[in-house]
């Protein structure tokens, strides 16, 4: 995460910080695939390289124009398309695919995301609700609808959205991180340190997860420490240039909390 990304994430946090590179959550960042907002969270699928998602995009584009009502076609091919930044086209991909298909819950659940991308949040939240039954939540949703609020502000309604989710799988590293960078977003950075800490001590933990508890380590002012926990999964030369720009932003303390919250994506299947 100390890396640039997109929209949704803190992560537009800071440009080459990239905070939740965490969907967050998203998101380490190759090219990736869009993450479930703080971090977070939340993860779809391993990292991949620009090239790849751009073959997968090109691979799923054909099967989904052979058949616009398959809804594994437009699932991937919408997810390929958001890590290539292309939100406007997967949302149309899946709005498209959701007139034929429209109690599919995972195909509601990617179209809940790619409304989040764009901007479009009381949309994705109303969307989002119909993608789990209130008897039978959906953790990743959850965390998704979390990682919303967050981007809208509404930190307290988040988090408890995202205590909701670790009611089903208590100690999901991507939830713990999404819920960590909310407590950081409002300002409470000791219990986001906590958190992001728990988070980091899961076996399912993954760099992004480290790198949100090295920006919020960093935010504090602990920038030794910020590095040294930062350098664990990124080159010497890119984790210096972060720690970098963490001290440039933290002489304008009130910068990062005006820019966008991290992406809201996807945990994988079972996470």
């Known amino acids: 995460m100390f890396q640039r990304r997109r929209p949704l994430d803190v992560r537009r946090i800071v440009p080459p910080l990239t905070a939740l590179c965490l969907a967050t959550?998203?998101?380490?960042?190759?090219?990736?695939?869009?993450?479930?907002?703080?971090?977070?969270?939340?993860?779809?699928?391993?990292?991949?390289?620009?090239?790849?998602?751009?073959?997968?995009?090109?691979?799923?584009?054909?099967?989904?124009?052979?058949?616009?009502k398959d809804p594994v076609a437009a699932f991937n091919y919408a997810r390929a398309l958001r890590a290539g930044g292309q939100h406007a086209q997967a949302t149309a991909v899946l709005e498209q695919t959701l007139l034929h298909n429209p109690r599919d819950t995972k195909l509601l659940g990617a179209y809940g995301r790619a409304l989040a991308d764009t901007g479009h949040y009381k949309q994705s939240l109303d969307v989002f609700s119909r993608a789990h039954a209130p008897d039978q939540p959906d953790w990743r949703i959850l965390s998704a609808q979390g990682a919303v609020l967050d981007q809208m502000g509404r930190h307290g309604e988040a988090q408890r959205y995202y205590a909701s989710a670790l009611k089903i799988v208590p100690n999901e590293a991507s939830v713990l991180s999404n819920l960590g960078l909310s407590y950081a977003l409002a300002k409470n950075l000791p219990l986001a340190e906590k958190t992001l800490r728990t988070a980091v001590a899961q076996r399912d933990a993954d760099q992004r997860v480290r790198q949100n508890l090295a920006l919020v380590v960093g935010l504090q002012g602990r920038f030794a420490e910020a590095e040294t926990i930062a350098r664990a999964d990124l080159p010497p030369e890119t984790a210096a240039a972060n720690a970098a720009y963490l001290k440039q932003m933290l002489a304008k303390p009130n910068d990062w909390k005006k820019r966008r919250h991290p992406t809201v994506s996807e945990a994988p299947s079972g996470a």
Do not use: H, K, V
């Open 25 to 68: 959550f998203a998101a380490g960042c190759a090219t990736r695939a869009p993450a479930d907002l703080t971090g977070a969270i939340a993860r779809e699928a391993p990292p991949q390289s620009a090239s790849d998602w751009r073959r997968e995009s090109e691979a799923w584009a054909a099967r989904y124009a052979a058949d616009q």
